[in-house]
């Protein structure tokens, strides 16, 4: 079965100290890989994305996330935290074997919460 | 401004009593979905829709209706609400090809129904 898995609920980091939120997958063939985020009291909002090529992928306010397949993760990084990055993180797949169903399976979601 | 807006954001109403939470995007996106957040669940998908006219069962539809008879619009629809479709529902848009294209998602409509 496909699947998505957050290993972690909640994620703790100093401000300006680096961050890493993981994520790994188990579909049949190749992924599609997507990372959201969602604020509170609002939808999930786009970070970034893996099609294929490069494996370092950089997306929006700073977050990067590097696509490992021979260890199928997904891990949403930033070299140095905010206060304001503290949110609900959630990494999502679609096999591309899918089509254009536009289906998504996500994780159950990660807590990074930044301290000050 | 580009967005996919959702209404009602708060409900509270009984069991039996149905109810419909409208999803309208301004983007002219072919492909919408629903989905309920539950905690410790991530999302699922409820429904999804291609194109007008063309919807199709996500992962939890039991209990569920949609209907797609213009671009903008995917309501959903819960004909006779029970407990255990008390949840956070989004409702998302892309553009064709979502095959690789990022959702957009509206703020979301929190329901319980008692």
């Known amino acids: 079965a496909q699947s998505v898995a957050q290993p972690e609920d909640q994620v703790n980091v100093a401000e300006g100290n680096p961050l890493t939120v993981k994520c790994t997958y188990s579909?049949?063939?190749?992924?599609?890989l997507f990372w959201y985020v969602q604020y509170p009291n609002r939808g999930l909002q786009f970070l970034l994305k893996?099609?294929?090529?490069?494996?370092l992928v950089k997306g929006s306010y700073g977050f990067e996330a590097e696509f490992n397949k021979s260890q199928t993760s997904f891990h949403l990084k930033k070299p140095s935290a905010l206060v304001s990055d503290s949110a609900l993180y959630f990494c999502a797949v679609r096999p591309a074997k899918w089509g254009n169903t536009g289906k998504l399976i996500f994780g159950q979601g990660t807590t990074l919460q930044v301290k000050p | 401004e580009a967005q996919v807006t959702q209404n009602p954001r708060y409900l509270i109403t009984v069991t039996g009593k149905k109810l419909t939470v409208t999803c309208s995007q301004n983007m002219n996106h072919e492909y919408m979905s629903w989905y309920r957040q539950d905690p410790g669940l991530g999302l699922r998908q409820i429904y999804y829709?291609?194109?007008?006219?063309?919807?199709d069962k996500g992962d939890v539809p039991e209990g569920y209706k949609v209907s797609r008879k213009e671009k903008r619009n995917f309501p959903l629809i819960l004909e006779s609400p029970s407990p255990n479709q008390t949840s956070l529902y989004f409702c998302?848009?892309?553009?064709?090809?979502?095959?690789?294209?990022?959702?957009?998602f509206g703020d979301g409509t929190r329901l319980s129904i008692l």
């Open positions: 579909v049949s063939g190749n992924p599609y």
């Open positions: 893996y099609i294929t090529g490069d494996n």
């Open positions: 998302a848009s892309s553009s064709g090809g979502a095959r690789n294209q990022p959702q957009h």
């Open positions: 829709s291609m194109n007008v006219e063309v919807t």
